[in-house]
């Protein structure tokens, strides 16, 4: 797969965590299970998490774009180098 296709992945991922974690502090917030504790945690568990994957996901990106513009660059270098004979 490729690291735009990761990268979609894990935004995917991180956002289904944080609508994980946004059902449940509702259930707690409306007093609708046995076991509000519980809920509570794994919440704030998958919250976090959630908000952790997104993070790193979009430290990867600017990563990549910056390795993108920084090849570009190089190429540009490499061309205007090239002996005119």
Do not use: C
């Amino acid at each position: 797969m490729n690291n735009r296709g990761r990268e979609l992945f894990y935004v995917l991922g991180g956002g289904y965590l944080l609508y994980l974690a946004y059902k449940l502090l509702l259930t707690v917030k409306n007093q609708e299970s046995d076991n509000p504790v519980l809920l509570l945690v794994f919440g704030v568990i998958f919250g976090i998490g959630g908000i952790g994957i997104l993070i790193y996901t979009y430290r990867m990106y600017k990563n990549e774009s910056r390795r993108e513009q920084e090849g570009e660059h190089e190429e540009k270098d490499g061309e205007d180098e090239t002996p005119k004979t």
